[in-house]
């Protein structure tokens, strides 16, 4: 089975905190990974994709990591903001390497 | 073209009704997706495209669901006798290429059916 759990479903936080998002896997056969951040009434923005060879990828304030042997992967968000408000998705390719499984995603709200 | 590109954003039909979505995706990319995502809930996965082929549907919830993509391209989501269950936002992506390499999917924004 390859279910994908993200925790926690919500979190609300002072504007300035780091954070860490958690994403866990049933399946421990890891292949790709990406996390996506979604918008109320948007569509889902692309924000790192970790290769099941890498351990970690970096953008800006972003950091993901994954950890294969544990089928966990963290989001870690450095110095948050308001604009960082929104919804984020974790996904793994299945092991079909066709399609995305995604969890449930993490509503994230940061206040000034 | 630059993005994911579906139509219509918005689209507002009666119960019983059949409706089409479009999907533009990236030029050059071979790969397409159909999610749907209901309020509240998680993306659900439809159908992929390689190229003009389908070979995943597992995801298409009834036989009033159906799909197709022609010239490697556009691809149409068909809902036919339209229930209200089917109310939803239904996304499309696109990758360079499935599998495992690292080709991520981009996605569109959207539309967002409602029926009533």
């Known amino acids: 089975k390859q279910e994908v759990t993200q925790i926690p479903a919500a979190l609300s936080v002072p504007e300035g905190e780091n954070l860490v998002l958690n994403c866990s896997f049933t399946d421990s056969a890891i292949y790709n990974l990406q996390w996506f951040r979604q918008d109320p009434g948007k569509g889902l923005t692309s924000l790192l994709l970790?290769?099941?060879?890498?351990r970690e990828q970096t953008s800006g304030r972003l950091n993901a990591s994954l950890d294969k042997s544990s089928g966990r992967s963290t989001l870690y968000i450095a110095a948050s903001q308001p604009g960082d408000s929104a919804t984020y998705l974790c996904a793994r390719l299945s092991g079909g390497y066709n399609k995305l499984i995604f969890g449930a995603g993490t509503r994230l709200a940061v206040h000034p | 073209g630059a993005g994911v590109s579906q139509s219509p954003s918005n689209k507002v039909t009666e119960k019983g009704k059949d409706v089409e979505l479009r999907c533009d995706p990236i030029?050059?990319?071979?790969?397409l997706y159909w999610y749907r995502q209901s309020l509240g809930q998680g993306l659900e996965f439809l159908i992929y495209?390689?190229?003009?082929?389908?070979?995943?549907k597992s995801g298409l919830p009834s036989d009033r669901f159906s799909a197709e993509r022609t010239g490697g391209s556009v691809s149409t989501l068909t809902i036919q006798r339209t229930q209200q269950e089917d109310s939803a936002v239904y996304l499309c992506?696109?990758?360079?290429?499935?599998?495992?390499?690292?080709?991520?999917?981009?996605f569109g924004s959207g539309t967002r059916l409602t029926v009533v």
């Open positions: 992506a696109s990758s360079l290429q499935a599998g495992v390499l690292p080709y991520g999917y981009t």
């Open positions: 970790i290769q099941s060879s890498q």
């Open positions: 030029s050059g990319h071979t790969a």
């Open positions: 495209f390689q190229g003009n082929s389908a070979p995943d």
